[in-house]
């Protein structure tokens, strides 16, 4: 079986496989992407028909240029393409010998303890106090502090995902056995099937930002942009974590380990050290497997396992003075 030829994009072959009906709409983004990454990979180091050994190449390009979430992600749609081909009867299977790429099961991203979350949260309020206090106040200015504020919020305590923070609609402000929940675009889901409770004073804050808008309805989005050129469009996910990120780095919490899904990490920890059960974490972070939850139990007692001081105090104190450490 020949080769996959590169410039076969320009005949179709990327679009075809693109299309395939069983791909989400986020995963067919993803594929282009990594798609579009490895022709201009071909395209600068004179790739023509790759084999094994150009995907192996572009795999250590990968590592060399990327996180390794995102290489592994690459690379995996790489190797999906070329199993297509195979089964289209393309072209051979150039990714099959080539080994996938695995992060680790550990946590990519840190958390926040709770001093430093409350910190993090009473310096968002003394901003979005500040502006409305202010005698330059404006109702657009008030209605930008106090979005950032909400988002964060639900981040934080609702435990939701930067896209489905983007998704939310006014209307899906709903109440539920008496109840306010917000009804959400799950992550893998086809719709808004899912709901999150949230407190009142979380609701009343949200009506109060929403009551800074004019001419919302149901179906306008929760969180509008102040842009000049985007001015009351969709806030993008993108954008929701921007907001995330300047609120830790704001409160004096900036590390490239620290982004919005850290709020979510946090969370789920502070769930578990205030005593919640498991399968009370599982159904408030939305986990399809227990063992996804058990991942931050596992943490926590990893951070708390006492080995390393026992061994300290077993060995006795030791002197370092007089070792060459410079």
Known sequence: MDRFCVCDWETGLFPRFLSDPGFKVKTRLTFRSALRCFAAWCADNGVVRPGAADVGRWRNFLLSRFQLTT??????????????????????????????????????????????MKRMLYSLEEKVGGYIASAQRTREGCARALRDFVIVMLIASCELRVSEVSLLDVGDLDMV??????????????????????????????????????????????????????????????????IAKCAMVDAGFDSPRLTAHSLRHTAVTLALKGGATLQQVQQFARHRQIETTLRYAHNLEHVRNPCAKLVQKMIGRLDYEGLPFE
């Open 71 to 116: 290489a592994g992600t690459y690379l995996s749609a790489v190797k999906v393409f070329f199993q297509w081909l195979a089964r289209q009867g393309l072209a051979e299977d150039a990714g099959v010998s080539i080994k996938g790429i695995r992060p680790g099961q550990g946590f990519r991203k840190d958390c926040l303890s709770d001093a430093e």
């Open 177 to 242: 056995d008496g109840a306010p929940v917000l009804w959400v675009h799950g992550k893998g889901r086809d719709g808004k099937s899912d709901f999150v409770p949230v407190t009142y004073t979380l609701r009343r804050l949200v009506l109060r930002y929403l009551s800074c808008r004019d001419g919302v309805d149901g179906s306008s989005p929760m969180f509008a942009s102040y842009g000049n050129n985007s001015s009351g469009r969709r806030l993008s996910s993108r954008t929701v974590s921007r």
